[in-house]
Structures are given as structure tokens and as C-alpha cells.
């Protein structure tokens, strides 16, 4: 769902960034705010306060103000979460849990990290969360049944955007349509033999008690992303791992037994079992990944020329090249087009990519060419973490502007929505707030509340 009117934005910054904090003492606490037959704590709204300010987050306005506001907001959704009979799957909560904690285990660094900064078990981290978790998708749910289908004409969206000032319209930087087609380099057969070999003699020392899979993740294992936590890879699916990993790691029963050797797009693994959960499973990797000698990187940039030449000289098209001769998956049956997957992009799921969305190595070159231009052939590291030869197409290029509606219609459509539904929600709000039971301690009124009627 696309929700990025503010409200809803603090509801979800709400959720998680002060959901684990929400847990109370049997102790007697001071009640400031009563919402229907919910009541609001001093407690809650100081530990909230406590955690934005760790997190270095800025609040417009007083805090004691604005945080009783939010969790008032917060229970209305809630309530008529109830109202709507709205329900959530459980499976869907446990990914969105893992995925959470995953994320959180990866800012800190580790599960023993996580544990001291709660000051709590991993266990009870999962239980605080998991509740705050389903009650962010319920609220979901009542977002998405009152608001969800906000449909504009195009002379709706070309009035919203004709009494917008100029000043108020967001800067696009410049952004470009890439085509690609890459060659691998051929890696012998002794180097894939020796990272084989490497592997195994780690399954040597793990089995033998010499040495452990963490320590040894840590140590040798060329996944970034897990290398730091002992080669932890967090709860997922077998729909979110390659196949061949996936195969392995699903048939592993025994927390104390390492994979054989396992081959994917990525490179070798070992594989060891932490835990499995139904349909979700834990586990441990160590990665290696072979090395393409220069040799081979240098017979991949001359091949990659040949293709080149072939273009300019108009003997065959860049299409057909991409599409016959690159051996790029993702992009070969699309003619080389790229496709920008980059998460919370107002680009994404589209071939336009700002500078800073696309690869490194291809912003590097990308960024000095023209439209129509093509690259010489040059290494780049690709997101499966190999060396490979590319040359690139640019095939359309926007110079950084102001959004306007003929070049940035899409951007337009998106604020236009993003304000009908911020309109629709504050109607909401307002209403259902003259309808449910408010009481406000007399030492915390003395605010101005974005919504009205909170004081009756």
C-alpha cells in the first residue's frame, strides 16, 4: 500500500520505533489520557520520548503534546479495527516479526547486542513485538478499507498541480534508462577446486570441535550481509532463498551437522541449521567465491569490445546483442533493459534510476554519457557479488528539475493521491474523535493538538 501522508507515516514510526518499549511494570502509573476505554500512561509517553531522542529524531512542537496525540490516533484505528471486524494472518505477522528482527539484529551487530540494548531476551523482544506487529496490520486494514482506493481524473490531478507554488514541488534529480549486456570471465577449474577444498576443511574443524561455524563465518565468509553476525542469515523462507540453497538447507535436521558443498549464482557454501519455525527455517553460511583471473577478466573485456564494434558498426543492434549474446538473466530477455527494484523509489518497478539507485561501477560510467551513447566495455562487480564485463546503452536521460506534469506525471499522480487521502484521513479522524469518549488530564491540555475536539 502506498501511505505517505504523515499520519499515517507517525502511526508506523509509532509502532516500531517505540513498540518495544511499551511494557509495563506492576507498578502504579500515572493515567494521562483516556481514548474510549483505552488509557494512555505517562510511562508510555516518556519512554517514547526517551527513544526518539536516542535515535537523534526531531519532534516539531512539544513532545508532550505530540506523542499523547499519536497514541490517541493510534487506539482510534485500533477501535475501529474492532468496528470493521478487521483480522490479520498470523503467517504474515511471523515474516513481518523476522524480517523486523533480522533488520534490528543487523543495525546492532549481533542477537547478544540486540538483548542488552532491550535490556531483554530475544524471546521477550519477539513476544513485545510480535503484538505490535499484528496492531500495525490491523490499522493497515482500516487504512486500506477507508482509503485505499483514492482514484484522480487527469483534470483532478492537473488542478492539484496548477495551485501547488513552484517552490513546493520536489526536485527530480536527473535520472536515465540503462541498457547493459555483460560477459563473464571463465574461472578455472583449480580456483573453483580450491574454494571447494577451503570449505571442506572448515566442515573438518567445525566437526571436530576445532573451531566453530560462527567463528569461521566471521572470519572467512565473503556474504557481507551475514559475515558479521557468525554467518546468521535470520528467519526466512524458502521462497526468499535460491533454490539450491533452499534444497539443501530445508532437508538440514540437525543443528550439529554442516552441509555439503553447495553451489549457487552467488558462489560455494556450507550450510549449518540454528532453527526451524513451520515454513520458516534459521540458518548459518559461510560464502566463497571464486576469483576470475586477470586473464580471464581481460579475455571478457576483448570479447565484450568485438560486440561493441559490432554495434557502432550497425551490424547488429544493441537489442539483439543483449538479447542473444549477454549473459545477464535479468535483463537479457528484457533486451538489456534495467529494471529499478530499489525499495521506496518513486522510480521503482520502472527502467529509470537516479545516479545513486543504480550499481556502483555503471553509475561511475553512466553518469558522463549522453542519450544514445554507448559505453566501452569495462568490470563491474555485479549484485551477486561477481566480477563480470559490461557495456552500457544509455536510452533516455532527464536532467535534474523541478517536477512538472508533462515530464513527472506519475510523481504528480502520487501527491495528488498522497493529499486526497491526507484530506480523507483528517475527515476521518475528526469525525471519530467527536464520537469517542476523550479525557485528557487537566495538567496536559494546555496544547495545541493538530486535531480538534480532543477537549469537550
Not at 542488552?116 to 513485538?129: L, Q
Not at 543504480?358 to 558522463?368: M, R, V, Y
Request: hydrophobic letters at 40%; a negative charge; charged letters at 25%.
Amino acid at each position: 500500500m502506498k501511505y505517505s501522508v504523515k499520519i499515517l507515516f507517525s502511526l508506523i514510526v509509532l509502532l516500531f520505533a517505540s513498540g518495544l518499549m511499551f511494557a509495563q511494570n506492576n507498578v502504579i502509573d500515572e493515567i494521562v489520557w483516556v481514548v474510549g476505554d483505552e488509557a494512555i500512561l505517562k510511562s508510555e509517553v516518556e519512554e517514547y520520548r526517551k527513544e526518539i531522542l536516542m535515535q537523534n529524531q526531531r519532534i516539531e512542537g512539544d513532545p508532550y503534546c505530540f506523542i499523547p496525540e499519536q497514541l490517541a490516533i493510534r487506539k482510534l484505528f485500533l477501535d475501529q479495527a474492532k468496528l470493521d471486524s478487521i483480522t490479520v494472518q498470523e503467517s504474515q505477522v511471523t515474516r513481518s516479526l523476522e524480517y523486523m528482527i533480522n533488520e534490528y539484529i543487523a543495525s546492532v551487530g549481533s542477537v547478544e547486542r540486540l538483548e542488552e540494548y532491550w535490556g531483554k531476551s530475544i524471546t521477550a523482544i519477539r513476544e513485545d513485538m510480535r503484538e505490535q506487529i499484528r496492531e500495525q496490520q490491523l490499522i493497515e486494514g482500516v487504512q486500506q478499507k477507508h482509503f485505499g482506493n483514492v482514484q484522480l481524473t487527469p483534470s483532478e490531478i492537473r488542478k492539484y498541480y496548477n495551485s501547488l507554488p513552484q517552490d513546493s514541488l520536489p526536485f527530480i534529480p536527473t535520472t536515465l534508462e540503462v541498457q547493459i549486456i555483460t560477459v563473464e570471465p571463465e574461472i578455472p577449474l583449480e580456483e573453483i577446486d580450491r574454494v571447494k577444498a577451503q570449505l571442506r576443511n572448515f566442515t573438518e574443524q567445525i566437526t571436530s570441535g576445532k573451531n566453530t561455524f560462527s567463528t569461521l563465518a566471521l572470519l572467512h565468509s565473503e556474504d557481507p550481509g551475514s559475515a558479521l553476525r557468525g554467518g546468521e542469515l535470520g528467519f526466512m523462507s524458502r521462497s526468499t532463498l535460491s533454490p539450491e540453497f533452499a534444497n539443501v538447507a530445508f532437508a538440514l535436521n540437525d543443528p550439529q551437522k554442516v552441509s555439503n558443498v553447495v553451489e549457487t549464482e552467488y558462489g560455494f557454501h556450507i550450510i549449518q541449521l540454528i532453527e526451524r519455525r513451520n515454513d520458516m527455517g534459521n540458518f548459518r553460511h559461510i560464502l566463497l567465491k571464486p576469483k576470475a583471473p586477470q586473464v580471464s577478466l581481460d579475455t571478457a573485456l576483448i570479447r565484450l569490445d568485438s560486440i561493441r564494434t559490432g554495434i557502432t558498426a550497425k551490424k547488429i543492434t544493441f537489442d539483439d546483442a543483449a538479447t542473444y549474446l549477454s549473459a545477464d538473466k535479468d535483463t537479457r530477455n528484457n533486451r538489456g533493459i534495467m529494471v529499478n527494484n530499489t525499495p521506496r523509489s518513486p522510480n521503482a518497478g520502472t527502467p529509470r534510476f537516479a545516479l545513486n539507485e543504480l550499481n556502483q561501477d555503471i553509475a561511475k560510467i553512466a553518469g558522463e554519457m549522453a542519450k544514445g551513447e554507448v559505453s566501452e566495455p569495462f568490470i563491474m562487480m555485479n549484485d551477486k557479488g561477481r566480477e563480470v564485463a559490461a557495456v552500457i546503452k544509455i536510452t533516455d536521460r532527464n536532467e535534474g528539475h523541478r517536477a512538472n506534469i508533462n515530464n513527472d506525471y506519475q510523481i504528480i499522480k502520487q501527491m495528488a493521491e498522497n493529499a486526497k487521502q491526507q484530506k480523507l484521513v483528517d475527515e476521518w479522524l475528526q469525525d471519530k474523535i467527536r464520537k469517542t469518549y476523550v479525557r485528557i488530564d487537566p495538567q496536559w491540555q494546555g496544547c495545541e493538538y493538530k486535531y480538534q475536539d480532543w477537549l469537550k
